[in-house]
């Protein structure tokens, strides 16, 4: 797997247009992509969770 398949928070906030505690809000009430650690400090989203969040958006509006 490659660098581009994963995401870094400011990454995400970026790509979904929305700020972190936004996002670590909805992580609470599981309507976000759970993040997945990679290091003793470092979290990153898969991509495709976060594309296949977004996608499913657009299907609900």
Known sequence: MD???WL???????RVALG???I???MEFQQFPRQV???AKSVK???RDID???RQKI???
């Open 45 to 47: 989203w898969r991509a």
């Open 24 to 26: 670590y809000k909805l």
């Open 3 to 5: 660098q581009g398949d």
């Open 52 to 54: 296949a969040w977004m």
């Open 8 to 14: 870094n928070v400011r990454q995400v906030m970026s």
């Open 59 to 61: 299907r609900n509006r």
């Open 37 to 39: 650690r990679v290091g």
């Open 20 to 22: 972190r505690t936004c």
